[in-house]
């Protein structure tokens, strides 16, 4: 049972382009909706978070959009550098602890 | 403030062994959760401990157990050994409110375990 669906797999941008990652849930009991970056060799590391109650939320270059009706939720990057380079996984939290990710995202960004 | 500490770092085993990873929380966090996460792919949950008392399980067998100590600090153990096994385990401390809802999970960088 795939409760969350990640696209696309992978994605190259060019330096100073946007990139745009996609979530898509099933459960309705996920209550907060967090986004993930892991570099080779760490621990994944909140990158952004957002509340159901909340529809945009914007932190310096990164903007998590969310719409609940159609339950999905994507993670935009605005000018996108290289040190951005990174896997992205979205993982929304069920029962306010367990968090179910996604298959991630590999973005390279060229520069 | 240090951040989530995990031990050993890499780890060679033989199908059927038995293997105790353990990790150290952040300060003040008196919650820890168990992911693996197989190689490619992303991070499921195994289970989590709130003050010494399992607190939510993943769909894994029994053979995977854990444990938290009052410092909150954490193993997992996992016996009879599978190829399948092989992945790197993280460790996310978070604090816990009284209410049920969660506060932001950290990572530590994982242990990343081999079975032979």
């Known amino acids: 049972q795939q409760q969350v669906k990640q696209s696309p797999q992978s994605l190259i941008v060019q330096k100073g382009g946007i990139s745009i990652i996609n979530c898509a849930y099933e459960?309705?009991?996920?209550?907060?909706f967090p986004w993930y970056q892991q570099f080779p060799g760490k621990g994944p590391a909140l990158l952004i978070a957002?509340?159901?109650?909340?529809s945009e939320k914007k932190e310096g270059r990164f903007t998590i959009s969310f719409n609940k009706s159609a339950k999905q939720f994507s993670l935009h990057i605005m000018d996108s550098q290289p040190g951005d380079s990174a896997t992205y996984f979205c993982?929304?939290?069920?029962?306010?602890?367990?968090?179910?990710f996604g298959a991630g995202t590999i973005l390279r960004v060229k520069s | 403030e240090t951040g989530v500490t995990q031990s050993p770092t890499h780890l060679i085993k033989t199908r059927g062994q038995q293997v105790t990873l353990r990790c150290s929380s952040q300060?003040?966090?008196?919650?820890v959760s168990w992911y693996q996460q197989a190689l490619g792919q992303g991070p499921q949950f195994i289970f989590q401990?709130?003050?010494?008392?399992?607190?939510g399980r993943g769909n894994f067998p029994p053979r995977f157990s854990g444990l938290q100590f009052p410092n909150y600090s954490s193993e997992l153990n996992v016996n009879a050994l599978e190829l399948d096994d092989s992945a790197l385990y993280l460790c996310?401390?978070?604090?816990?409110?009284?209410?049920?809802?969660?506060?932001?999970?950290?990572f530590g960088p994982g242990t990343r375990l081999t079975v032979l």
């Open positions: 996310a401390s978070s604090s816990q409110k009284s209410t049920g809802m969660g506060d932001t999970q950290y």
């Open positions: 459960n309705t009991a996920f209550d907060y």
């Open positions: 957002i509340r159901p109650d909340v």
């Open positions: 993982a929304p939290v069920e029962y306010g602890n367990k968090l179910v």
């Open positions: 300060s003040g966090h008196n919650t």
């Open positions: 401990y709130y003050r010494e008392e399992e607190n």
